[in-house]
């Protein structure tokens, strides 16, 4: 691989990045979404996800540079700040070019969660506000999908909860493993004040009410049944088990990128739970 488009991929924050964009594409199928749909979707959130990966280390190369952070492209002169930039910029243009075809209102929801996410990046970080963008980027996921469909829906409120609740735990769980740099550099987010112990704790606890949501709102309040019901309660079940296991990790003192892990792997059996559900994501 050259390396310049390494050193890009490396800027892109690819982990986050690649499970974003499979939860869009599997959420696309659970809504019935068309072949062609299911591609094109995948393709405006793996540019949405791209120019927020490259956003953050456009934005935040001085500071990374400053603590001489070696795991980010820019600080570590594999890379030029200028062509980062310019390839976010380029990412965000054809996220939203992508989303076009989905309608306007799909195109509008998408706005608003690339602003989101934008706006942590240029500044909301710093603040404690800084979990408000991952409540909205992540609760405005779902209704982007299902605004998308070729008979727009508004999705169900527990859905978007939930999407909420585990953006909010991503966060915190992102930010534990680099609270010494960031006091270094000045800043002070949602995820600092907290502190790692009980930052962890609150994460995890999310994560579990997550798991419990999603169970409730597609079994309890939606009506779903039969073997539907059942996978949404068994990865409600593993989500809960996966909550349980950070709050042991967190308790033994565990605060490395391996919370976040776990958090991402909760996404991906949700969103297979949301599989099983699709028949009662919207109303």
Partial sequence: MPKAVRALTLASHPGPALVVTVVAAVLAIAVAYPAWRVVLLTAAMLAD??????????????????????????????????????AAFVALGLALVLTVPFGPVALVAHVVALGSAWSYNAGLKRTLFSVVPYLVSFGTLPAIVTLGAPTPQWPAWWVVAAGSLLGAAAHVTN????????????????????????????SFGLLAVVGVLIAVGAVALAGLSGWPSVLVIVG?????AIACL??????????????????????????????????????
Avoid at 178 to 202: A, M, N
């Fill in 49 to 86: 996800q791209l120019s927020v990966g490259w956003s953050n280390d456009w934005i935040d190369a001085a500071r990374d540079s400053a603590v001489a952070r070696a795991d980010k492209p820019i600080a570590a002169h594999a890379i030029t700040r200028r062509t980062v930039g310019i």
């Fill in 175 to 202: 930010v534990l493993p680099d609270l010494e740099q960031d006091r270094i550099t000045g800043v002070r987010g949602f995820g600092h004040l907290l502190g790692p112990r009980i930052g962890g704790l609150v």
């Fill in 246 to 283: 950070g709050v042991v990790l967190t308790l033994r003192g565990v605060h490395s990128r391996w919370l976040m892990r776990l958090i991402m792997t909760a996404a991906l059996v949700d969103v297979i739970a949301l599989v099983a559900a699709g028949p009662v994501l919207s109303v």
């Fill in 236 to 240: 409600s079940v593993i989500t809960v």
